[in-house]
């Protein structure tokens, strides 16, 4: 079965500055990848996703997520993050086998942008 | 479009009580979920339906039943509530079992 791990639960930064929250999985197939964000007192929001194709995926706020295949991770960057940004965001993994296996979620990482 | 919604959004029981919590989605999916969420244990599983006419266990089912009502609705019971099942309760669907999921909005339950 595949499995997360967010290295960081909990991750600071100041306004303008550059963030990786980092997230590595383990699986023996194919899989797809996705990084959900909840604000405060909010449900999950997908924010990006990879299905196949192009190995850089893109939000339309500015977020940008990488699969790397043989590192297993799949980690999410931003250049210059707002204070609008502080959020909890999740990583998520489920395998490309017809659809049959369950999303399996990381325990989360909590962004917060300081002024 | 309304998405997935959840009713009621706050809740306070006594211990022993019983409630439904009820998810509806407009989207046409297969399947749905139910997850409650903690402090520090991200989200956790709690029943699932991979399409109408079918529900399985999550890695959390104690405490819990669930119904598939259609293709539409899918609502989590706790028949006598403990302290323990105090958290934040989310529905969420999706085309089917391992495509991106779409949460409601949450039910923040207290059992005292």
């Known amino acids: 079965a595949q499995s997360v791990t967010q290295l960081d639960s909990q991750v600071p930064v100041f306004e303008e500055a550059p963030v990786e929250l980092r997230c590595n999985y383990s699986s023996s197939v194919s899989v797809y990848l996705f990084w959900y964000v909840q604000y405060p007192n909010q449900g999950l929001q997908l924010l990006l996703k990879y299905l196949s194709g192009s190995t850089l995926v893109e939000s339309i706020n500015g977020f940008e997520a990488e699969f790397n295949k043989s590192q297993t991770s799949f980690h999410l960057r931003k250049p210059s993050v707002h204070i609008s940004d502080t959020a909890e965001y999740f990583c998520a993994v489920s395998t490309v086998r017809g659809g049959s296996e369950k999303l399996v979620f990381g325990k989360g990482t909590k962004l917060t942008v300081n002024p | 479009n309304a998405g997935v919604t959840q009713t009621p959004k706050f809740q306070v029981l006594k211990t022993g009580q019983s409630m439904t919590l009820q998810c509806a989605q407009d989207?046409?999916?297969?399947?749905m979920y139910w997850y409650r969420q903690d402090p520090g244990m991200g989200l956790r599983l709690i029943y699932y339906?991979?399409?109408?006419?079918?529900?399985d266990k999550g890695e959390v089912p104690n405490g819990y039943n669930v119904s598939r009502l259609n293709k539409r609705e899918f609502s989590l019971r706790l028949e006598s509530a403990a302290p323990s099942q105090t958290s934040v309760y989310f529905c969420a669907s999706s085309t089917l079992v391992g495509y991106e999921q779409y949460f409601g909005p949450g039910t923040r339950l207290t059992v005292t």
């Open positions: 339906s991979a399409s109408e006419g079918t529900t």
């Open positions: 989207m046409n999916h297969n399947s």
